[in-house]
């Protein structure tokens, strides 16, 4: 997958996952480097074939490989890395040759990656994004399950995945 293999290689991709590493280097919660980016990747591309949703495999792979890279600025700014991501996101598809509407499509999945919105169609790229970034933590074995805002947030709202 070339323009895969190209945002592994682009520099401000390397850039943004070496300081995220570096941030998160004593972090107790879930941590957002190559590991959790791949697992994202994988199982959204499985639900994806599960599913039938039809969804390219490059556009899927993008998404899950950028999905948390506005993460260092969240770090060193106090944005929201979903907002942050988008944005930066859609310069690096741009420069790998994803067409204008594969990057919207890709970084709108990215700005609202948090939670569902309200009606969220189950078949969006948006909560496909979702549902593959809470089914990659293992927090049934989490030993920062009782403080984690995710885990608290998901038990105030009722959600389930
Ligand atoms: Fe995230
Ligand atoms: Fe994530």
Redesign the pocket.
Known sequence: MKRIDDILEHPEFKENIKRINEAEIDRIYCL?GIEHLLDVARISYIINMEENLGYNKEVIYAMGLL??I??NLEYQQGVS??QA?GEIAFEILKDVGFCEEECKMICQAIKN??EPMDGEDKKSLNYLLFKA?KLSRNCFNCKAYDSCYWEVSKKNKGITV
Do not use: E, L, P, Q
Request: glycine content about 18%; proline content about 0%; overall charge neutral.
């Open positions: 957002h999905h948390d506005g993460r890395h979903h991501g990656h948090k970034d």
